[in-house]
């Protein structure tokens, strides 16, 4: 498989598991109220721990996918046909 191909795969499974953990550790409970702000908002979303857990979690799954595609145990082609 090509650079290409690899690079597109990982930013594939990095945004799945990026919106899967977008929710995970969210206050929702507000000691400041601003005016046009929505009430359900997190005062702290916390994004660069999220931002480096989903970076963590799409490695580990990526070097298995590629693993498993380099030895041949998941083939596409094979599959298709």
Do not use: H
Not at 75 to 81: A, G, K, Q, W
């Amino acid at each position: 498989m090509s650079i290409t191909g690899l690079a597109i795969i990982y930013i594939i499974i990095w945004w799945i598991v990026f919106f899967a953990i977008l929710p995970i550790d969210v206050n929702r409970t507000k000691t400041v109220k601003i005016d046009g702000q929505d009430p359900g908002s997190p005062e702290n979303p916390k994004m660069l721990k999220k931002f480096l857990y989903c970076t963590g979690i799409t490695t580990v799954i990526f070097i298995i996918i590629y693993l498993l595609i380099k030895f041949e145990y998941l083939n596409l082609r094979n599959i298709i046909n």
